[in-house]
């Protein structure tokens, strides 16, 4: 099939949906698809190898920029999106030189160019929706203001149970479930640096590190007060933002803390293998939990907050362990009893492993295929 992805966030900025459209279009084109990207990004709309798409996977697909990508406030977070006139005309120039079978449009309640595609779109569309936010003013507008292209949707996709609420309640709709995918083998080979796995009581936080939902204000206040219980645990933390100044540390404390500042897939994934626990602080708007399966898949053992979301991957507690979202105390707490016991955190290695082969791109493309199959052999899908 010819089928076009188009991601409404910029694939210059890291992001948990920016990894998942860059991940299904290699593994689409393995699978002997021809397949073309959208997305936000430079102004010229010139079609060129994809940032992080041809440089890091097996072949190439070609990404289409369709527009200068503009800073949102979005979601507890700031989405760089692209719209207005210029974007819109690019957008049907991709539809049209691409002669698509299908169309799979990302969040396309956000306004960015996924919501401009699917309204100009021919030819059947499926809209994977990676958004949990159970108010949002934004997603309310949309699901009022666009219902009629909406209704062009020929079958709905969300991530994850979460994902799928937030779609009922804003929209009404009743998607079918496919969770994010990752490749196992590029996070399970990988191995620790020393200089990061050094006395073995390393943790790992991994996030945007000025976007509060991320909770880093959490992970610190919980490592303070660690770190008077374990004098040879540091916190690593990696990330984009600007550094906190964390005035409320004691020096000491602070000395423990090491910046790694962002950090290339290669190094994401030796990262958790550092790790004696990652710990997973966010405090919400997580749909998914794609950054606690690459952390599984390594090999390290999780501490997360009791997201819905996050508790659905870690199968309630068997598969990590959890605590209230939001409380440093509590995330102290079950941290400091998973690194005091080693065999614990053993076993939780091993089922994580394990558990994670469920979310592989080889289990999880082959149910989108179906999906296309189904839409544009049948024209509908619901």
């Not at 977070?77 to 819109?88: C, M, T, Y």
């Not at 090491?258 to 966010?282: C, E, I, K, Q, T």
Request: proline content about 7%; overall charge positive; hydrophobic content about 45%.
């Amino acid at each position: 099939m010819r089928i076009g992805l188009v991601c409404p966030y910029s694939l210059e900025v890291p992001g948990g949906v920016q990894n998942h459209v860059r991940d299904l279009a290699e593994q689409l084109n393995s699978r002997g698809h021809h397949v073309a990207v959208l997305a936000p990004g430079s102004p010229s709309g010139l079609e060129v190898s994809g940032p992080g798409v041809a440089d890091r996977r097996h072949g190439e697909v070609p990404v289409t920029y369709a527009g200068m990508a503009v800073p949102i406030a979005y979601n507890g977070s700031v989405a760089r999106l692209a719209f207005g006139p210029r974007v819109a005309l690019r957008t049907r120039r991709w539809l049209a030189d691409g002669r698509f079978d299908v169309l799979h449009v990302h969040d396309p309640l956000t306004p960015s160019v996924s919501l401009l595609a699917l309204r100009a779109s021919k030819v059947p569309v499926v809209a994977t929706f990676h958004t949990a936010s159970p108010r949002s003013w934004m997603l309310e507008s949309a699901g009022n203001l666009f219902s009629a292209s909406f209704d062009k949707i020929a079958a709905r996709i969300a991530v994850s149970e979460s994902a799928r609420a937030t779609l009922v309640q804003h929209i009404g709709s009743n998607p079918v479930v496919v969770p994010n995918g990752i490749y196992c083998d590029r996070f399970a080979s990988a191995e620790a640096v020393p200089g990061w796995a050094e006395g073995g009581m390393s943790l790992v936080f991994l996030g945007r590190i000025d976007e509060p939902r991320k909770g880093l204000d959490v992970m610190t206040a919980a490592f303070a007060a660690i770190a008077a219980d374990w004098p040879t645990a540091r916190l690593l933390v990696a990330g984009r933002g600007k550094r906190p100044a964390m005035s409320r540390l004691t020096p000491e404390v602070r000395q423990r803390i090491r910046f790694l500042g962002p950090v290339s897939d290669a190094d994401r994934a030796r990262l958790f293998a550092s790790a004696a626990v990652y710990v997973a602080p966010h405090t919400g708007g997580e749909s998914f939990g794609i950054v606690l399966l690459e952390a599984m898949a390594s090999g390290a053992p999780v501490v997360a907050s009791d997201l819905p979301a996050f508790e659905a991957v870690l199968g309630g507690a068997r598969l990590g362990e959890l605590f209230a979202a939001g409380d440093p105390a509590a995330a102290a707490r079950a941290i400091s009893q998973l690194l005091g016991d080693p065999g614990r955190r053993a076993e939780l290695s091993r089922r994580g492993r394990e558990a994670v082969w469920g979310y592989d791109w080889s289990v999880v493309a082959p149910g989108i295929e179906a999906i296309y199959q189904q839409v544009v052999q049948a024209g509908s899908f619901r």
